[in-house]
């Protein structure tokens, strides 16, 4: 049973353009979520993370908006560069809790 | 850089031999967890250890598989009589409470 789902396995984007990336989950116990990236033959780094008691958390390039009511985060990174070229990971879990659940990632493109 | 490391980052079994995946988390970290990555899949949650202590492991097998984290020394993943389907790569990560994890480069597991 995937708890966190997302949907779209690839993305292309221009190079300076505004990317994209979004994730669903089913479980409303979840209240702590994050985005890490993933390169080939590399472990995932740890992108950026937002608890429920916000709806939008910035670092730098990278926003991640949280709608509760909707079971749905998404990630805008701009603008776009080629090395930003790897899959994306959205997990969340519950604060108290031990596991946490990951999406099957998405495929991003920055095309230069 | 002291970040998760594990070995062997490649791993030939033939069917039936046994496999030892190991994980040195990152320095002062006491949480570990295993996730399994199968060809085309997500991150899949297989166990979290703390020192000497099997927390949740409802994400393992029953059978063949095992995990440890002994008061000294990295942990371990075991798998018991390898099987084709075994073949994955395998991520460790590392943790203080609450806080992201962070990743390993991995073990790819393969079996002949």
């Known amino acids: 049973d995937q708890q966190v789902k997302q949907n779209s396995p690839s993305l292309s984007v221009q190079e300076g353009r505004i990317s994209i990336l979004n994730c669903d989950y089913t479980n409303s116990m979840f209240d702590y979520f994050l985005w890490y990236k993933k390169y080939p033959a590399e472990g995932p780094t740890f992108l950026i993370s937002i608890s429920s008691i916000k709806d939008k958390n910035e670092d730098g390039r990278f926003t991640v908006f949280l709608n509760k009511s909707a079971k749905h985060l998404s990630l805008h990174i701009v603008p776009s560069q080629p090395g930003d070229s790897a899959v994306y990971f959205c997990a969340a879990s519950a604060l108290l809790g031990n596991q946490f659940y990951f999406g099957t990632g998405t495929s991003l493109t920055v095309i230069p | ?112």
């Open chain 2, 1 to 112: 850089n002291a970040g998760v490391m594990q070995n062997p980052r490649h791993l030939v079994r033939r069917r039936g031999q046994e496999a030892r995946l190991r994980c040195s988390p990152m320095k002062g970290h006491s949480h570990v967890y295993w996730y399994r990555q199968l060809p085309e899949e997500g991150l899949k949650f297989m166990v979290y250890l703390q020192k000497e202590n099997i927390i949740d492991e409802s994400g393992m097998p029953k059978e063949r598989f095992s995990a440890e984290f002994p008061k000294e020394g990295p942990s371990i993943l075991r798998i018991q009589q390898v099987v084709r389907g075994d073949s994955a790569a395998y991520f460790c990560a590392s943790s203080l409470q609450g806080q992201p994890q962070h990743f390993g480069d991995g073990t790819r597991l393969s079996i002949l």
